[in-house]
């Protein structure tokens, strides 16, 4: 099942790329009619773009772990169908996650305290979410092949922020409440940090041998 889903997704990799586009093209519609309702009087409209705007942020956690999970996996030597379709569309669910992000903390948080003239009001929670979509526009900005190519070794060790953006996300859902996303955000952290430890253990191990 998994094979004939896994080569029927590669023949029609292009057409899968653009529903991608699409759905990125609506986010970003999207948001300018949530930012429209920021500044306008009528509230109604916002309190419908705000809680849109937490849907986001949450879905934005999913795809974060979707994203993460081939690499969590191959430390562990794990590979399996399933993981190798994620790969094949990793950057567009890398990318998606940014844009929910962004929809999210701009919609809930910067532009409503721009609205009210207090640009530089936050609470700790909202610093931490602050500073990882931040950190997440260099990886969105820089995920295409020709920012690879140019920036070779760079590239790299710039896409390691992931492993920064990780904690803030921890961090961020954490102080709020204890819930279903500071649970699954939790997890994420420790099963990064120990495939990562497992990894480094294996190869000083068949060095030694």
Not at 62 to 79: A, D, E, K, S
Not at 172 to 197: K, N, P, Y
């Amino acid at each position: 099942m998994f094979l004939s889903l896994f080569n029927a997704l590669i023949k029609k990799k292009q057409r899968v790329i653009r529903i991608f586009n699409i759905l990125w093209l609506i986010l970003i519609i999207c948001f300018f009619f949530a930012a429209g309702s920021v500044f306008s009087p009528d509230n109604k409209a916002y309190v419908f773009w705000y809680d849109f705007a937490l849907l986001c942020g949450k879905t934005g956690i999913i795809f974060f772990v979707i994203t993460l999970l081939p690499g969590i996996f191959n430390r562990f030597r794990i590979r399996n169908r399933i993981l190798g379709i994620i790969m094949i569309f990793r950057r567009q669910f890398g990318i998606t996650m940014f844009l929910l992000a962004a929809f999210h903390g701009l919609i809930v948080g910067v532009l409503p305290k721009i609205s009210t003239g207090n640009p530089l009001n936050y609470v700790k929670f909202e610093l931490y979410g602050l500073f990882a979509v931040i950190l997440l526009f260099f990886l969105f900005i820089t995920s295409n092949d020709f920012s690879q190519m140019k920036m070779g070794k760079l590239w790299y060790a710039l896409h390691r922020l992931v492993y920064i953006i990780m904690w803030l996300i921890l961090i961020h859902v954490a102080l709020q409440r204890f819930s279903l996303w500071s649970v699954t955000a939790g997890v994420l952290v420790l099963a990064e940090m120990s495939g990562i430890i497992y990894s480094h253990i294996s190869r000083k191990n068949s060095d030694k041998s």
